[in-house]
């Protein structure tokens, strides 16, 4: 079981940039590693995720716009977050996947990112 902590949340004006971390409490390099998000009144939708030394995969709304990475020595994840508009706006949760599915894996607590004016 790997615990997993996410950090760099915050409040940011449209157009503005953030970098979100995942510090995870062991090695990642077996889990497929994603970011997920969940705004007021709507359920968790997928952000982006990568595996190994596969290609990252990101959700249509955010291509273009975040980057994805992962440092196996330091067992962390980042999420660069750039040209945010108001519809980024949610709490954000850093996932170890070890099963089928995101739900067959590791959550963190997540951070709140606010993009306002």
């Known amino acids: 079981q790997v615990q997993l902590v996410e950090s760099g949340g915050g409040l940011v004006q449209p157009g503005g940039s953030l970098r979100l971390s995942c510090t995870a409490s062991?090695?990642?390099?077996?889990?497929?590693m994603g970011w997920y998000r969940q705004a007021p009144g709507k359920q968790r939708e997928f952000v982006a995720s990568?595996?190994?030394?596969?290609?990252?995969k990101y959700a249509d709304s955010v291509k273009g716009r975040f980057t994805i990475s992962t440092d196996y020595d330091k067992n962390t994840m980042t999420l660069q977050m750039n040209n945010l508009k108001p519809e980024d706006t949610a709490v954000y949760y850093c996932?170890?996947?070890?099963?089928?599915?995101?739900?067959?894996?590791?959550w963190g607590q997540g951070t709140q990112v606010t993009v306002s004016s």
């Open positions: 990568l595996f190994s030394r596969g290609q990252p």
């Open positions: 996932n170890a996947e070890w099963g089928a599915s995101p739900d067959y894996g590791y």
């Open positions: 062991d090695t990642i390099t077996m889990y497929v």
